[in-house]
């Protein structure tokens, strides 16, 4: 076809940038998170104004992956967060948290891992990398509890299996207790979160995906542990706030309390077509 | 006879309330053991290959692999990531090093402690942003080559910075 017309020009231009801003938005799979921009969640929190001493959830462990060029990572997870203490909210990141559960990087296989923020500006994040997890369908024991029985307080972490043939732990530590200069105040959870993390904004072609995990059980410690080495606990009786990016995709399954529903209700989580 | 069977019950009492005093009950909530097995040591993620000699992998290496291995949970470009140094330590150092944060290995375990230059960009959960840091850590152990953790330390220029870094230099 010839175009004769400056006008016809004109509008076969347009119809070009068009088609070509169309065709590279469709081209990416999902977008989140660059070096100015958040990540995108598929998660539930409960805050309180009392304490958390603890989360605990039972997690299915799914096949998940994020191939070279997905350009992040996906994960299933619970955090344990105080983004109101000042010894928090003065930290690199405005918070403190603990988190644990099952993540892939760019280009990696998935692993069992736990992180913490800690209070100070120090080596303020730190990642532990585990080891590789139970086979797609096992349900995996992921807990975070507030130590009491040491000064200053550490965060336990467990990651376990129901035969304990899984089984890491790990001890988040304030900053200064490794021997530089003197600890600072721990954290105080008082948001609770479990759910989904995507990070990247690749091309359709190299998308992370994770398969549908449930997390049931979902409960919090209602005290730090003591001698009696007991994680005492409350379940959730009620569906806190779900932000559901789509992707990733999270949502309740069976409200926490329903008649019928596991205990802590049943949270579902997926990614990313 | 009688005294000593009263003495020894009187003690048993007693040792009974000592230890219910110790646990603490909460009104209303529900008793969970914890996992009482002997913990698995990590075991990290694959990452570099071990050579045979005094140097199992080197900083060259760590450079190859954090260009082509995203770090966990940091976004933005890789490809102009560095090492800028690599030490190899016991893990108990590694440790203090980190202030504290521990691999969970055993003490005299040599584990290889990398400092890169980045920047590279960690999120927190939600509602955070990403935060650009200058330079970053990765802790390989030193006989599998894996990695076994990795975490941000300097806050990029404009931003705070405070502590010891793990290089052992005051942060600047």
């Known amino acids: 076809m010839q175009i004769q017309s400056p006008i016809g020009a004109r509008l076969a231009l347009g119809a070009f940038l068009l088609l070509s801003f169309a065709f590279s938005e469709v081209s990416h799979a999902y977008s989140c998170g660059d070096p100015s921009s958040g990540h995108c969640y598929g998660v539930n929190a409960w805050t309180q104004a009392n304490e958390y001493f603890g989360a605990f959830a039972n997690i299915t462990q799914v096949a998940m992956s994020c191939p070279q060029g997905c350009g992040g990572f996906v994960d299933d997870e619970i955090w344990l967060i105080d983004d109101s203490s000042a010894n928090c909210t003065g930290n690199q990141f405005g918070m403190c948290w603990v988190e644990a559960g099952t993540l892939v990087n760019e280009g990696g296989t998935p692993t069992y891992f736990w992180a913490d923020a800690r209070p100070g500006t120090g080596n303020t994040f730190n990642l532990h990398y585990l080891g590789t997890p139970d086979p797609p369908g096992t349900v995996d024991h992921y807990m975070i509890v507030k130590d009491g029985r040491v000064n200053p307080n550490t965060y336990l972490v467990f990651i376990y299996n129901d035969s304990q043939s899984t089984l890491y732990s790990g001890t988040s530590a304030v900053a200064g207790t490794g021997g530089c200069g003197s600890a600072l105040p721990q954290m105080t959870g008082r948001r609770i979160l479990i759910g989904q993390e995507l990070a990247g904004a690749p091309e359709v072609a190299n998308d992370a995906s994770a398969n549908t995990a449930d997390f049931t059980r979902n409960i919090w410690a209602v005290q730090a542990l003591d001698a009696g080495y007991v994680f005492w606990y409350n379940a959730q009786t009620v569906a806190g706030g779900v932000t559901s990016a789509s992707p990733p995709v999270g949502s309740w399954a069976q409200n926490p309390g329903a008649p019928g529903a596991p205990e802590g209700g049943d949270f579902t989580t997926r990614c990313c077509r | ?172």
């Open chain 2, 1 to 172: 006879m009688k005294t000593t069977t009263l003495v020894l019950g009187l003690l048993a009492i007693c040792s009974i309330l000592s230890a219910c005093h110790r646990i603490h009950h909460p009104e209303g909530a529900v008793r969970m053991n914890l996992p009482t097995g002997k913990p698995l040591q990590p075991q990290g993620m694959r990452a570099l290959e071990v050579k045979p000699g005094a140097e199992p992998f080197t900083r060259d290496d760590v450079t190859k692999f954090i260009q082509t291995h995203r770090l966990g949970r940091s976004i933005g470009d890789i490809s102009q990531l560095r090492a800028d140094s690599l030490e190899f330590l016991p893990a108990r150092e590694a440790t203090s090093r980190l202030q504290g944060a521990s691999s969970g290995l055993t003490d005299e375990h040599q584990v290889g402690l990398a400092i890169i230059r980045g920047p590279l960009y960690f999120t927190g959960p939600p509602p955070s942003k990403p935060i650009a840091f200058a330079s970053a850590y990765a802790l390989f152990d030193a006989k599998t080559g894996n990695l076994l953790m990795s975490g941000a330390l300097d806050k990029a220029p404009g931003g705070k910075t405070g502590g010891q870094s793990p290089a052992g230099h005051p942060d600047r």
